[in-house]
């Protein structure tokens, strides 16, 4: 995010001329999720996974990577599978 400050000195007469300088604060982790989350079966045990980035504000700085996690959700199993993805993802399930 891009910030612009002002400082005038002033005295019993009124202000001066104006400092103008801009700063960018650093990049930070993102507030928001992904969003439309959608999947589209490609075989009975491959599923293809779309999604849309965070909401601009909630991004706070460039995405560079997604990181998807599933499992079975029966609950017997505590495997966990985590695939790194830049914009969509296979899953072979």
């Known amino acids: ?19 103008v300088k801009y700063f960018t604060t650093p990049e930070g982790a993102p507030t928001g999720p992904p969003m439309q989350i959608s999947h589209r079966f490609q075989t ?14 909630d991004r706070n700085g460039q995405i560079l990577k997604y990181h998807l996690e599933f499992h079975r959700r029966n609950g017997l199993s ?16």
């Open 44 to 57: 009975s045990d491959v599923v293809a996974i779309t999604w849309e980035p965070p909401m601009p504000e």
């Open 78 to 93: 505590n495997t966990r599978n985590v695939t790194k993805a830049k914009v969509c993802a296979r899953v072979v399930l």
């Open 1 to 19: 995010m891009e910030y612009e400050f002002r400082v005038a000195a002033s005295n019993h007469i009124g202000y001066g001329q104006e400092a």
